[in-house]
T-cell receptor
Framework: KAGVTQTPRYLIKTRGQQVTLSCSPI?????VSWYQQTPGQGLQFLFE???????NKGNFPGRFSGRQFSNSRSEMNVSTLELGDSALYLC?????????????FGPGTRLTVT | AQSVTQLDSQVPVFEEAPVELRCNYS??????LFWYVQYPNQGLQLLLK??????LVKGINGFEAEFNKSQTSFHLRKPSVHISDTAEYFC?????????????FGTGTQLKVEL
């Protein structure tokens, strides 16, 4: 099976712009979660989508949003970018909520805000 | 609320020596525990997981971890490390709180294997 894919892998944006990141989960996985990784804050949960519905949300401002499509692919959007949004954004997919809660991660999108 | 503490930010070790990376968690509900590894410029790869049952869990690449409920710990061990094990290791917890998948990660331990 193909793994989780994320596009683009690298992105450079300017403060105030907006950005959209894409994630394609492993075939058959219906849950997609997003995480932000920075040197200062580490790995932080952004949100999770399942069957096109946001099921769980972390403590991020409303500038961070996401959605999931009927084929389980997901996008996250960050509006009005700030320098502090520079980070590695990781997407993870898993089967429907099962006892294992095992998540498989993509390679990430490295976002640099200048 | 759940939290994970990885006390060691860096662990240097010589090749073929044993290593232990420490992880302690805090949770008011039953949890599932995971160890992930991250190589430079890559995503996270699952090493092993504890769901229930035997407290000694074996994972990939010769790693194992022991769940200790009384000490709320889930330390990762490998009897003999290799240069290729140099990477950052993250302990994570997931719990049955309100449904959904949400991993809470520790701050990571950088394992540096030296010749």
């Amino acid at each position: 099976k193909a793994g989780v894919t994320q596009t683009p892998r690298y992105l450079i944006k300017t403060r105030g712009q907006q950005v959209t990141l894409s994630c394609s989960p492993i075939s058959g996985h219906r849950s997609v979660s997003w995480y932000q990784q920075t040197p200062g804050q580490g790995l932080q949960f952004l949100f999770e989508y399942f069957s096109e519905t946001q099921r769980n949300k972390g403590n991020f401002p409303g500038r961070f949003s996401g959605r999931q499509f009927s084929n389980s692919r997901s996008e996250m959007n960050v509006s009005t970018l700030e320098l502090g949004d520079s980070a590695l954004y990781l997407c993870a997919s898993s089967l429907p909520a099962t006892a294992s809660y095992e998540q498989y991660f993509g390679p990430g999108t490295r976002l640099t805000v200048t | 609320a759940q939290s994970v503490t990885q006390l060691d930010s860096q662990v240097p070790v010589f090749e073929e020596a044993p290593v232990e990376l420490r992880c302690n968690y805090s949770s008011s509900v039953s949890v599932y525990l995971f160890w992930y590894v991250q190589y430079p410029n890559q995503g996270l790869q699952l090493l092993l997981k504890y769901l229930s049952g035997s407290t000694l869990v074996k994972g990939i690449n010769g790693f194992e971890a022991e769940f200790n409920k009384s000490q709320t710990s889930f330390h990762l061990r490998k009897p003999s490390v290799h240069i290729s094990d140099t990477a950052e290791y993250f302990c994570a917890v997931s719990g049955l709180t309100g449904g959904g998948n949400k991993l809470t990660f520790g701050t990571g331990t950088q394992l540096k294997v030296e010749l």
